[in-house]
């Protein structure tokens, strides 16, 4: 098996067992609640690797990758279930609503999830050998159908295995959507005469047949639905009714959102609560707060592609370091920098209690300063090196995989060497696709979510408001974010460039008190589209905690920011960012002006007082 790009993305859906089994890194150490026996959601931006774990915890990907050697040592069963499948048809469902659609919808989803784990076990276990225990759960399967309202057809050569089952699911999901379709085309309500299965009364009863199998290892299921926040506020709300029901000894809900879960109370109006009812994960917030974890994974995930591609014999055989080379004249101007700091601080002029820390906020910031010159463009600054893509990615693999990819497309489209003799990316090739790729994220990518906002002002049905703050439009949610970022880029980019600044490298700001329901949903909906990661921070009076939101280092290139190393954080007001919202360059102007000696970064600045 070789991959011709060893840094071409392929979705997990489409990936082979033994395809996850080679290229996967273990992550479990950094997110061990993942296997434990409790529901959990797990939260990440698009492209953090949260398919890619759910899909390893599946028996034939863990066989593979000889985790376990027989079925026996299962620890749990884990079945894969993506929610954003073409084949569940979320749409269709729209035609329904009230108590019909809550019936429905639930109805689908298990018959969705009921097809997923029959399908697994008739691959794993559809033999000879196991025929008496199947035909009796095949003979409970048909009469738990029937007392669901189910009208059994007679099939020519019906073999009682799980892959008959699967296939009386299959017709089942057809007749249902056949009936959704129907619908369109009358005025008047139509009568539906097939079963409606439910969590418990099915779900749950058919997994607690299947765990008294004797064949079958008894441990619990893993249902893991990914990108559960694809499904409407209504359905989402189905999901925490099961959630509340505290199946675990049996079932084990594993939840993963792209940030966008928009409620956590069931179809009752009951609030689901964490740690009583599950566990959350949040793989954005440990990989930006735990820079080696992630850096140490990225390096795995580059030794083992390296290898699949033919590049490398093994896992030792080729160093990131070496594959993704940096700068070598911009590493000499920044180790100069280094030196004059050093000589500065041993002559009694440093700004820290030790040298390196000064190093640390003040080099990098110094060398882009003197590049920068009196043009104030550092456009000659290079981002290449592996550190620098790893700083980059912000803890987002498929953000470190994606423009690696083009870097090697781009060496391979010159024809020199064969794909399986490059074994290096040249600093040249490294700095100009990271720097196309950044610029993509705010300009086309932005865009996009213009484009498509007039569209989602129609249906503000999946957001839910209390009084206090009320939907904002979607095309004005995108327009203040695109400001917001904008304005705290060129300001942190003048932080930069300001020798005087007691702290210059800075990529993210803390609130101080609360957060008025527009800017909280325009700062949500930056988390939701990968441009910020939300976390917490204590308040300065040590008795309470703060919102801090930290920029996508994917964003450094395009506004000529450090992605590495120590960051240090301003704290700003929540009017004063409602103000970056509507006037970014005013806000820049503004706050550019405070006097670093005087006011210092952890003070609040208000607008209106400069």
Request: glycine share 4%.
């Amino acid at each position: 098996m070789t991959w011709i790009n060893p840094f071409q993305y392929k979705t997990p859906e489409s990936l082979t067992a033994e395809e996850i089994a080679s290229v996967f890194v273990d992550v479990y150490s950094d997110f061990s609640k993942l296997k434990d026996i409790t529901h959990t959601f797990i939260h990440g931006s698009r492209g953090t690797g949260k398919s890619m774990m759910l899909r390893y915890l599946e028996p034939r990907v863990l066989l593979q990758a000889g985790e376990i050697k027989e079925l026996s040592e299962l620890s749990f069963f884990a079945v894969h279930i993506p929610v954003k499948s073409p084949s569940l048809k979320l749409t269709e469902l729209k035609r329904l609503t009230g108590s019909a659609y809550s019936s429905f919808t639930e109805y689908i989803l298990v018959l969705y999830i009921c097809q997923k784990i029959l399908r697994l076990l008739s691959f794993l276990y559809d033999k000879l050998q196991y025929q008496d225990e199947i035909e009796s759960l095949y003979r409970f399967f048909k009469e738990q159908l029937v007392l669901e309202g189910w009208q059994p057809q007679t099939i020519e050569n019906e073999k009682p295995s799980f892959k008959q089952m699967e296939l009386i699911c299959d017709r089942e999901f057809t007749k249902s959507f056949q009936y959704l379709k129907r619908l369109s085309f009358c005025s008047q309500p139509v009568d539906y005469n097939g079963p409606l299965l439910g969590y418990q009364d099915f779900l749950l009863a058919l997994v607690k047949n299947i765990k008294n199998l004797s064949f079958f290892p008894k441990v619990p299921f893993f249902i893991m639905l990914d990108d559960v926040d694809n499904l409407d506020i209504d359905a989402q709300r189905i999901i925490n009714n099961w959630v509340s029901y505290r199946t675990t000894d049996s079932i084990c809900l594993k939840l993963s959102t792209q940030n966008r879960y928009r409620t956590y109370r069931t179809e009752s109006g009951q609030l689901i609560e964490s740690p009583h009812d599950y566990s959350d994960i949040d793989i954005s917030r440990v990989y930006t707060s735990k820079r080696n974890y992630y850096y140490n994974r990225i390096e795995s995930i580059v030794r083992k592609r390296l290898v699949m591609s033919g590049i490398a014999k093994d896992d030792n055989g080729i160093n990131p370091k070496d594959f993704f080379p940096e700068n070598p004249k911009q590493r000499s101007g920044i180790e100069k920098e280094k030196e004059i700091i050093r000589s500065k601080w041993a002559k009694g002029k440093g700004r820290s209690s030790r040298v390196a820390d000064d190093i640390t906020r003040y080099a990098v910031p110094e060398y882009m300063r003197k590049l920068a010159g009196s043009s104030r463009s550092s456009s000659t600054y290079s981002y290449s090196g592996f550190d620098t893509l790893v700083d980059i990615s912000s803890g987002v693999i498929r953000w470190f995989l994606e423009p690696a990819s083009r870097m090697f497309e781009a060496v391979k489209s010159q024809g020199v060497i064969p794909s399986s003799q490059i074994y290096s990316i040249p600093y040249q090739i490294q700095d100009q696709e990271i720097k196309k790729w950044s610029e993509e994220f705010i300009l086309q990518d932005m865009e996009k979510l213009k484009r498509t906002a007039v569209s989602d002002d129609n249906n503000n049905s999946n957001v839910e408001a209390s009084v206090d703050k009320l939907p904002l439009c979607q095309i004005s949610k995108v327009s203040k974010l695109s400001n917001l970022i904008d304005a705290l880029g060129n300001l942190f980019r003048s932080r930069i460039l300001d020798q005087h600044a007691s702290e210059r490298k800075v990529m993210s700001f803390m609130i101080p008190g609360e957060i008025g329901g527009n800017l909280s949903q325009i700062l949500d909906f930056g988390v939701e589209a990968g441009y910020f990661v939300k976390t917490t921070i204590s308040n300065k009076e040590g008795w309470g905690r703060n919102y801090m939101y930290i920029l996508s280092k994917r964003l450094a290139p395009h506004f000529r920011l450090d992605p590495g190393g120590y960051a240090h954080h301003l704290s700003i007001k929540a009017e004063d960012l409602e103000f970056a919202c509507d006037y970014p360059k005013q806000f820049v102007t503004k706050r550019s002006k405070l006097n670093e000696e005087k006011v210092s970064d952890n003070e609040q600045l208000d607008i209106d007082s400069i």
